[in-house]
């Protein structure tokens, strides 16, 4: 007998797993020119500030070798790269070769070129060796993966010995009182607006759903530490729209 098909989640939707891949990648080759737009349009512009924090607690010094996951956009690794200066090296990673495309375009048109590379990758299978990374970030992208357990384990495998994990994420309101009017704002005006600025009100549903199905903040800390990963502690801001997520391999 043939097994079953085995399914995971896009947005509220119960899909094929091998299809999600190529749906979400879908969801991102339609926003990636406007992602910037989608970003304003989701956090009220709050995502700049997020981004400028996380990297800004990061801890990468002078001379490391980064890794951005999900960094299409470029956001992340141009802050980064003042940072790692000219002896460091950041690889920004996406599978997305649309967003990919965007971000290095960016980057290249402020001339921020020396330091960087890129790679269009799988989060669940990276095609580094061993201990290849001082630290890996992901901003707003662990929730599209589909098998987060995987991409986890991967990161975790091309650190270096005392080397850290840092994932920036949406995740799971604390304030009682917000919860309310952040639904009201993901479900009733992000589509909409998403129809007014883009054209398309339901990639932005999407992402409004996939912050929904994503892990609270401590299952995923339970996630990473089941992934090997130690000192795993989880730091909310904007009282828990988003939190960021640090672990070490030692």
């Not at 990276?126 to 599209?144: I, Q, Y």
Request: aromatic content about 8%; some cysteine.
């Amino acid at each position: 007998m043939n097994e079953p098909q085995r399914t995971t989640h896009f947005g509220y939707r119960d899909v094929p797993e091998a299809d999600k891949a190529r749906l979400v990648g879908e969801v991102f080759s339609s926003v990636a020119g406007r992602y910037d737009l989608m970003n304003d349009l989701m956090s009220f512009g709050l995502h700049r500030l997020w981004k400028r924090y996380f990297v800004g607690t990061s801890g990468v010094r002078a001379g490391d070798a980064v890794l951005d996951l999900a960094g299409g956009t470029g956001d992340i690794a141009a802050l980064l790269l003042p940072k790692v200066g000219p002896g460091g090296r950041i690889v920004v990673g996406d599978i997305n070769g649309e967003m990919l495309r965007v971000g290095r375009d960016r980057l290249t048109d402020r001339g921020q070129v020396q330091g960087l590379e890129y790679t269009q990758l799988d989060a669940e299978a990276l095609p580094f060796p061993d201990a290849s990374f001082d630290c890996v970030t992901m901003a707003f992208g662990l929730r599209n993966v589909t098998h987060k357990e995987k991409a986890l384990g991967e990161i975790h495998r091309v650190l270096k010995i005392g080397g850290r994990a840092l994932v920036l994420e949406f995740s799971a309101v604390r304030a009682e009182c917000l919860k309310p009017l952040y639904d009201f704002h993901s479900f009733r005006v992000l589509p909409r607006l998403g129809a007014l600025f883009a054209g398309d009100a339901d990639s932005y549903r999407y992402l409004a759903e996939s912050i929904r199905r994503h892990p609270d903040q401590a299952t995923l800390k339970a996630m990473m530490e089941a992934a090997g990963f130690a000192r795993v502690d989880v730091r909310n801001l904007s009282a828990g729209i988003v939190a960021i997520h640090r672990g070490y391999r030692v």
